[in-house]
C-alpha cells in the first residue's frame, strides 16, 4: 500500500480546511475546560478525552491522515510496504506508538492516583480537596486530587482512540 | 482503619498490567516484571486468604473464619463501593493462583516472542484484576465493571492469532457477551428500580426483611433469573455452551487454561454468591403457580439449575466423544464437567440444611478440581502442539513410548476428570454422589435422577478420556509424532504441574476444611451481612 | 475504570430511592421509546451482514442504559450541586452515575467490536455471516 491515492493533503475544499482551522482550537478549549471542572460539575476526563479526539479526527478527515506527522511533527513517514523497523511493536502508522504511550501514561496515573490514597491510610480510590483563597487573578481554587484521576482518564481516552483511528484509518 | 489486604490482589494486577504495557519496547524487562508481578500476586493473595481463613482452620486445630471488608475511596456500603473478602471468594482467588501461575509461565515459553511484545502480558493481567475484582466485590453493578474488565482482554486474546478461524469464534464470543452484559445492565436496573440498592449485602438484609422495608420479592426473582442465565453465559453452562467449543480452540493454550479454569469459574462464583448469599433467606409472598412448589428463591431456582445440569452433563460428555482433536475434546469435556458442578448446586439449591452444604462443598471441591486438571491438559495439549505441530488425532498416536513426561502428565490430568482416587477429582466425584445419596435420604424430589445422571456421566468422562488416550497416547508412533522434538521447559513445567494434581489429592484434608469453611461462608448471609454493615436508610 | 461510580454523592439517595413508585410521563414515553429500540436491536442482531449485527448489539446496549436512567425514576431537578445553591428534590444521581460507568465500557467494547468486524472482512472477504461461516 506504498502508492496511497489520496494526496498527503487531501482533496478537502478551502472552506472546511479555514473552518476547521478555526473549530479545532475550540473544540480543544472546551474540552480542556470540561475536563478542569469534572470533579464536581457536568465534564470529566472520559466527556473531555472524547472531544479532544474529535478534534483531532476532524484534523484527520480534512488534512489527511499523513499531514500530522509530516506537517506538524516534520517527520518522514516511512511507506507501509517497507518492513517494519525493530522497534516497531505494533501495526499503524509510527505515530501510534506515541499514542500508545500516552494510553500506558494515563492508566498509570489514574492507578497511581489511586494508589497515593493508600499511601496516607485510606483506601484505595480515595479522593481529597485542597481550597486555596487569595491567589492573585482566580480568588478562590479548589485543587481536588480528583483531577489526577480524571487526567489519567483522559489521556486513556485519547491515547486509546486515536491509536485506533491511526491504525484503522492507515489500512 | 482500613484493610489494604483485601484489595492488594487487585491493585497487584493492575500496577503490573500497567507496568508490562509501558515496558513493552523492552521484551526482556517485559517479561521478568510480568513473571515477578503474578508472584507478587499469588503471595497477596495467599497473605490475603492466610488472614481470611487461618492455618489452623486449614489443620483442623481451630481458629475461626474471618470476613474482611474494604470500602473503596472511603464512602460507607452501601453507597460507595464494597470489596468483600470472606472464605468464599478467598478460595476462588487461590483456585485462580493456582492455574494462572502456571498458565503465565507457560506463555513465556510458548506465545511466540513478537505476540508477546505486542500486549500479551497486560491483557493476562488486566484479566487477572477483572477475575480478582469480580471474586472480591460486594456490589452487582461493580460485578458487571469487574465482568467487563475481564471479558474485554479476553476478547482480544481469542482473536490473538488473527486468523480466520479466530476472528470468527471472537465475533461469536464478543457479540454474545456484549449481549449477555446489556441484558444483565437491564437486570441491575430492575433489581435498583425495585430494591433501592445494589450492595449485596443490603439486598440480602432487604430480601430477608421485605415486608419491613415495603419491598415486593416477586419482581426480584424474575430480574435475579435474568442475572443468573447472564453468570450461566459466563459459565457455559447449557443452554449458553455454544461459544464454549469456538472460542477455547481458537485462543492461545495457556489462555484456554486459564478461561476453562478460571473465568467460567467467575460465573460459578456469581451464581453462588447470587443465590446462596443474597437471595439465601428470601421467599415469595406466595406460591408462584405454573407447578413450582415453594416460596424460597433458592427452592425455585433448584429444578432449573438441575435442567441445565443435566443438559451440560449429556451434551458436553456425548460432544466430546465424537471429537477429533485434542482442544475440540478438551472443550466440550469442560461443558460435561460444569455441568457436574451446577448438578451439585441443584441438589444444595433444593436441599436444606446438611445437604446444602454438603452440595456447596461438592461443587467448589469439583470446581477447583477441574480447573486445576483442565487447565493441566490444556496445557498439555499445547506441549503437543508444540512438540509435534498437531493436536488433530488421524496425525498423533504412540506419544506415550516417544514422549512419555507429556503422555504421563495428560494420563494424571485425564484422571483426575475421571475420578481416580486418590487425586482431587475422585474426591469431587465422591462428594457429589454423597450430596445425591444424601438428598435421597432427605426425600428430595428428583435426588435419585441426579445420582443417574451423575453415574452416565461419569461412564462418558471415562468414554472420552479413555478415547482420547487411545488415539493420541498408544499405539505405533505415527509419522508426525517420530518427528517431534522435545520442548523441555514446558515438559518440566508441565509435569510439575501435574504432581501439583497429585499433591492435592493426597494432602486432600486442608482442601476439604477450606472448601467446608466456603460454603458456610456462601450460605451464612447473615454474617456477610454484618461483616459489610451497610447503613440502614429509609 | 470503575472511577465514575466511586465519585457519586450519594446524600440524595435516600430521598428519591425506589423511583418506580410514581410513573409520570416521561416514564410512559421512554418505555415505548426502550420497546422500540430493544426491537430494533433485535432485528438488526438477526441480520446477516456482520456490521448490522455489531450495530444491533450496540443500540441494545444503549436501550439498556436508557433503562437504566428510567430505573432511577425522573423527578426533581438535575442532581448538580454547586456551590451554595438552594436546592430542591433532584432526581436519583446514582443511575446517572451507574449509567456513566456503563457507556465508558460500551464505548471501549464497541470500538473493539468495530475494528474486530473489519478483521473479519480482512480475514474472510466478506461481512456476510452465512459465508464466514462456510469457510
Not at chain 1, 12 to 37: E, G, K, N
Request: proline share 4%; net charge neutral; no cysteine.
Amino acid at each position: 500500500m506504498s502508492a496511497d491515492p489520496r494526496p498527503t493533503d487531501s482533496d478537502t475544499t478551502i472552506i472546511a480546511q479555514t473552518s476547521t482551522r478555526v473549530v479545532v482550537p475550540i473544540i480543544l478549549l472546551v474540552a480542556i475546560a470540561l475536563l478542569l471542572q469534572g470533579h464536581n460539575l457536568p465534564g470529566g476526563g472520559f466527556i473531555a478525552g472524547v472531544l479532544t479526539v474529535t478534534g483531532f479526527a476532524l484534523i484527520y478527515i480534512i488534512y489527511g491522515l499523513r499531514y500530522v506527522e509530516q506537517g506538524l511533527l516534520h517527520r518522514t513517514v516511512v511507506p507501509r510496504s517497507l518492513p517494519a523497523g525493530d522497534d516497531e511493536s505494533q501495526a499503524g502508522p509510527p505515530i501510534s506508538k506515541e499514542f500508545g504511550e500516552i494510553f500506558t501514561t494515563g492508566l498509570a496515573l489514574a492507578a497511581g492516583s489511586g494508589l497515593v490514597a493508600m499511601a496516607f491510610d485510606l483506601p484505595f480510590l480515595s479522593q481529597g480537596v485542597l481550597f486555596v483563597e487569595g491567589l492573585p487573578l482566580y480568588g478562590h481554587v479548589e485543587f481536588a486530587s480528583a483531577l489526577a484521576f480524571d487526567l489519567g482518564v483522559y489521556l486513556v481516552v485519547v491515547g486509546g482512540l486515536l491509536t485506533i483511528l491511526a491504525v484503522v484509518g492507515a489500512e | 482503619m482500613s484493610e489494604h489486604v483485601v484489595v492488594a490482589p487487585l491493585v497487584v494486577a493492575l500496577v503490573t498490567a500497567i507496568l508490562t504495557l509501558g515496558v513493552r519496547r523492552y521484551p526482556r524487562t517485559q517479561r521478568t516484571i510480568s513473571l515477578l508481578g503474578i508472584g507478587a500476586y499469588a503471595v497477596a493473595v495467599i497473605t490475603l486468604a492466610s488472614r481470611v481463613v487461618p492455618l489452623g482452620v486449614l489443620t483442623g486445630g481451630g481458629g475461626t473464619t474471618e470476613t474482611l471488608t474494604y470500602q473503596l475511596s472511603n464512602w460507607p456500603a452501601p453507597f460507595g463501593i464494597s470489596l468483600v473478602a470472606d472464605a468464599l471468594s478467598v478460595f476462588m482467588l487461590v483456585l485462580a493462583v493456582l492455574v494462572v501461575v502456571p498458565a503465565l509461565v507457560f506463555s513465556v515459553l510458548y506465545i511466540e516472542e513478537f505476540g508477546q511484545r505486542i500486549s500479551y502480558h497486560a491483557l493476562f493481567h488486566f484479566m487477572l484484576a477483572g477475575v480478582s475484582g469480580s471474586f472480591l466485590t460486594g456490589d452487582i453493578f461493580n460485578l458487571f465493571v469487574w465482568f467487563e474488565v475481564m471479558l474485554m482482554p479476553s476478547y482480544v486474546l481469542v482473536v490473538f492469532y488473527g486468523r480466520a478461524k479466530h476472528t470468527r469464534a471472537a465475533l461469536q464470543y464478543t457479540v454474545l457477551n456484549l449481549l449477555g452484559s446489556a441484558v444483565m445492565l437491564v437486570a441491575i436496573g430492575g433489581i435498583y428500580a425495585t430494591m433501592g440498592t445494589l450492595n449485596m449485602a443490603d439486598l440480602a438484609r432487604r430480601l430477608a426483611h421485605a415486608g419491613e422495608y415495603g419491598i415486593n420479592p416477586a419482581p426480584v426473582l424474575g430480574l435475579g433469573a435474568i442475572l443468573f442465565a447472564v453468570f450461566a453465559l459466563k459459565a457455559g453452562i447449557v443452554p449458553f455452551q455454544f461459544w464454549v467449543p469456538a472460542a477455547y480452540r481458537a485462543a492461545p493454550a495457556p489462555i484456554a487454561a486459564v478461561m476453562a479454569g478460571v473465568t467460567k469459574k467467575v460465573g460459578i462464583y456469581a451464581i453462588i454468591r447470587l443465590l446462596f448469599t443474597v437471595f439465601g433467606a428470601a421467599t415469595l409472598e406466595s406460591e408462584l403457580g405454573f407447578g413450582m412448589a415453594g416460596t424460597s428463591f433458592l427452592g425455585l431456582f433448584g429444578p432449573v439449575l438441575f435442567l441445565m445440569a443435566i443438559g451440560s452433563i449429556f451434551l458436553g460428555g456425548l460432544g466430546a466423544v465424537s471429537r477429533n482433536d485434542l482442544d475440540n475434546v478438551l472443550a466440550y469435556s469442560s461443558i460435561g464437567q460444569v455441568g457436574f458442578i451446577v448438578l451439585a448446586l441443584a441438589l444444595a439449591a433444593t436441599g436444606e440444611g446438611t445437604v446444602r452444604t454438603v452440595g456447596l462443598i461438592a461443587a467448589l471441591i469439583y470446581s477447583l478440581n477441574h480447573a486445576i486438571a483442565k487447565s493441566l491438559l490444556f496445557l498439555v495439549s499445547g506441549t503437543v502442539y508444540e512438540a509435534v505441530g498437531s493436536i488433530r488425532f488421524d496425525a498423533l498416536g504412540g506419544l506415550s513410548t516417544k514422549r512419555p513426561v507429556i503422555a504421563g502428565s495428560f494420563f494424571l490430568g485425564g484422571i483426575a476428570l475421571v475420578g481416580i482416587p486418590p487425586l482431587t477429582g475422585f474426591f469431587g466425584k465422591l462428594l457429589v454422589f454423597d450430596t445425591a445419596g444424601k438428598a435421597i435420604v432427605a426425600g428430595e424430589p428428583f435426588a435419585e435422577v441426579a445420582l443417574a445422571v451423575a453415574l452416565a456421566g461419569a461412564i462418558l468422562t471415562i468414554a472420552y478420556f479413555s478415547r482420547a488416550w487411545n488415539r493420541a497416547f498408544w499405539g505405533t508412533p505415527s509419522e508426525p509424532v517420530t518427528r517431534s522434538y522435545q520442548p523441555t521447559t514446558m515438559v518440566v513445567l508441565v509435569g510439575a504441574f501435574a504432581l501439583l494434581v497429585v499433591v492435592l489429592g493426597i494432602g486432600f484434608d486442608p482442601v476439604y476444611r477450606a472448601a467446608d469453611a466456603a460454603a458456610h461462608a456462601a450460605t451464612e448471609w447473615e454474617t456477610y451481612v454484618e461483616a459489610v454493615g451497610p447503613e440502614v436508610i429509609e | 475504570m470503575s472511577g465514575t461510580v466511586l465519585r457519586t454523592v450519594p446524600s440524595t439517595i435516600a430521598s428519591t430511592s425506589a423511583g418506580g413508585e410514581a410513573s409520570g410521563q416521561p416514564q410512559v414515553i421512554l418505555a415505548v421509546v426502550l420497546g422500540l429500540l430493544f426491537a430494533l436491536g433485535t432485528f438488526l442482531v438477526l441480520r446477516k451482514d456482520v456490521v448490522r449485527v455489531v450495530w444491533g448489539v450496540t443500540i441494545i446496549s444503549q436501550a439498556a442504559n436508557v433503562y437504566l436512567v428510567t430505573m432511577g425514576g425522573l423527578r426533581g431537578s438535575v442532581p448538580i450541586l454547586s456551590h451554595g445553591g438552594a436546592h430542591g428534590a433532584v432526581t436519583d444521581p446514582l443511575v446517572q452515575a451507574l449509567v456513566l460507568t456503563a457507556i465508558v465500557i460500551g464505548f471501549g467494547t464497541t470500538a473493539f467490536a468495530l475494528v474486530l468486524t473489519y478483521r473479519v472482512y480482512e480475514e474472510h472477504g466478506t461481512i456476510d455471516l452465512s459465508e464466514v461461516n462456510e469457510r
